[in-house]
């Protein structure tokens, strides 16, 4: 399985570089020889995210051929800086998502990304969450809110705000490659992963 998390400048920093740690951490232990990338969609080699990390991307979304998008939130109730508010109006990068699904590639998103996903009407009809301040956008989009941490419907996945991405994140490592391994992973990191999750 191949990954790709994708950055735009104001992406908050917890909803990208959280799950990346924990899938790769998942990869390591399952030793398996699939990866986890940071892209852009443009391909521009690195962003700054909401709190003023700077951050490298790997490549461009779409170019290494991923089974998984992962898209972060961050910066939708402001609408005068970066974030997922300013990508959503902009529109490209839902196209490209959209593109991408159309062409069998899963969509998980975090927090606000969420809307990034609903934006082309990908959560239709569908079970999903996000981030508590976009709720009413979410439903507005079409979606199915659900009080829960994180959702799969299989091909797409959402989790609520922040650090829930980490719940989708082990989530994730326990669906591709098992309980024992997921086991390990949240030992590494002394966490403990929040098991509200709906599988759909």
Same mark, same amino acid.
């Given at each position: 399985?191949?990954?790709?998390?994708?950055? !735009?400048?104001?992406?908050?920093?917890?909803?990208? #570089?959280?799950? !990346?740690?924990?899938?790769?951490?998942?990869? &390591?232990?399952? *030793?398996?020889?699939? %990866?986890?990338?940071?892209?852009?969609?443009?391909?521009?080699?690195? $962003? @700054?995210?909401?709190?003023?990390?700077?951050?490298?991307? *790997?490549?461009?979304?779409? *170019?290494?051929?991923?089974?998984? #998008? $992962?898209?972060?939130?961050?910066?939708?109730?402001?609408?005068?800086?970066?974030?997922? &508010?300013?990508? !959503?109006? *902009?529109?490209?990068?839902?196209?490209?998502?959209?593109?991408?699904?159309?062409?069998?590639?899963?969509?998980?998103?975090?927090? @606000?990304?969420?809307?990034?996903?609903?934006?082309?009407?990908?959560?239709?009809? &569908?079970?999903?969450?996000?981030?508590?301040?976009?709720?009413?956008?979410?439903?507005?989009?079409?979606?199915?809110? %659900?009080?829960?941490? #994180?959702?799969?419907?299989?091909?797409?996945?959402?989790?609520?705000?922040? @650090?829930?991405?980490?719940?989708?994140?082990?989530?994730?490592?326990?669906?591709?490659?098992?309980? &024992?391994?997921?086991?390990? #992973?949240? %030992?590494?990191?002394? !966490?403990?992963?929040?098991?509200?999750?709906?599988?759909?």
């Amino acid at each position: 399985m191949n990954v790709e998390i994708v950055l !735009y400048e104001g992406f908050d920093e917890l909803d990208a #570089v959280g799950p !990346y740690e924990v899938l790769a951490n998942g990869f &390591r232990y399952a *030793d398996s020889e699939g %990866r986890v990338q940071m892209v852009t969609r443009d391909g521009r080699d690195a $962003v @700054t995210a909401s709190h003023g990390l700077r951050v490298g991307a *790997d490549g461009r979304l779409g *170019d290494g051929d991923p089974d998984l #998008v $992962v898209v972060p939130g961050g910066g939708w109730s402001d609408h005068d800086s970066p974030g997922a &508010r300013a990508e !959503y109006d *902009d529109g490209r990068l839902p196209t490209r998502l959209a593109e991408l699904y159309d062409a069998g590639v899963s969509l998980a998103s975090v927090c @606000t990304g969420g809307m990034l996903v609903a934006k082309p009407g990908l959560f239709e009809d &569908r079970p999903a969450i996000t981030h508590a301040s976009a709720l009413d956008d979410l439903a507005a989009a079409g979606a199915d809110v %659900r009080d829960v941490r #994180v959702v799969d419907t299989g091909d797409l996945l959402s989790a609520g705000g922040v @650090t829930s991405g980490l719940d989708l994140a082990f989530h994730l490592v326990e669906r591709e490659f098992g309980e &024992r391994v997921a086991d390990r #992973v949240a %030992r590494e990191m002394e !966490y403990e992963p929040n098991d509200d999750v709906l599988v759909v």
